[in-house]
């Protein structure tokens, strides 16, 4: 008999969080026979002489096919998957290896088709999908800090492990084993005066982006670095969003997107001109194959 962490998980999951089970064992869902997990590159070379020299690589985009099963009541399980598709704006597919620490692996993807046949003898439903992907994988790494503010500074150090240390250190130790630079997403609680996110590498500074702006009580700045997703708000207290990408609180000559380089010893410092208590940083580490 197989215990659950013996087999290879996969999730749906929309932007505000909702997620869909496709685990048999837990429901009445399951993904099955799934292909196109892996890697491709498109390589083109140039011949000279009896020497093939490379001259151009790129990614291929991924495309995943497998075939979902639905069970007890699958025409209204189909129907409720469907209509989790088709009113999300935001998917993601999310893989779980069978592997001891069973992490969470994410990929921005779009569902493109679905089909549909009838019930089998076993009153089972199976139905082809087909998912193309927007992304490489990658796995999230969370810090959040909630504290009084005794200094003017929050430190993260990115060093050579995975892994968590005393929350009373403000530390994180990490290091992008990735297959290429990592993105962050930072929150910053208010009250706070020109704050400013700055990235260390090997213990020099190496990038700043500092906001000439004051953010109130409830109020957030929120930063994120991912490709093609660059953005630069401040939440406001009724949750609204406004674009802080303006000359008014930004220099543009300034190198503003800041990535976690590979495999160097890095850190993120969180400043404000009246120190800041509340923040959360999140590293996206991605992956061209898991």
């Known amino acids: 008999m197989y215990k659950y962490e013996d087999i290879r998980n996969f999730y749906f999951e929309n932007e505000i969080g909702k997620r869909i089970d496709c685990q048999k064992i837990n429901g009445g869902l399951f993904l099955y026979s799934v292909t196109g997990l892996g890697y491709e590159e498109n390589i083109e070379y140039e011949r000279v002489g009896n020497t093939f020299v490379l001259n151009h690589k790129e990614t291929v985009q991924n495309i995943i096919t497998g075939e979902l099963e639905f069970y007890d009541m699958t025409y209204d399980e189909y129907q409720n998957f469907s209509n989790f598709i088709l009113k999300s704006k935001d998917i993601k597919l999310i893989y779980i290896p069978k592997t001891r620490d069973r992490i969470e692996y994410y990929r921005d993807i779009d569902i493109c088709k679905i089909e549909k046949s009838e019930e089998d003898e076993y009153s089972i439903l199976t139905c082809p999908i087909e998912i193309k992907c927007k992304s490489l994988w990658y796995k999230k790494t969370t810090a959040i800090y909630d504290m009084k503010a005794q200094t003017n500074e929050i430190r993260w150090d990115f060093k050579w492990d995975s892994k968590f240390v005393d929350y009373d250190t403000r530390k994180l130790k990490y290091i992008n084993h990735g297959h290429i630079e990592a993105p962050i997403l930072v929150e910053i609680n208010g009250h706070v005066i020109n704050p400013k996110i700055s990235l260390y590498i090997e213990g020099e500074l190496y990038q700043e982006v500092p906001f000439l702006i004051e953010i109130a009580e409830n109020e957030k700045i929120l930063y994120g670095t991912k490709e093609n997703e ?34 160097r010893s890095c850190e993120i410092r969180l400043t404000a001109q009246n120190g800041i208590s509340k923040a959360k940083v999140e590293i996206l580490t991605y992956y061209k194959i898991v």
């Open 230 to 263: 660059f953005y630069i708000n401040k939440q406001n207290i009724d949750g609204t969003l406004t674009n802080l990408f303006s000359l008014d609180y930004l220099d543009f000559y300034n190198d503003n997107v800041i990535r976690i380089p590979q495999n």
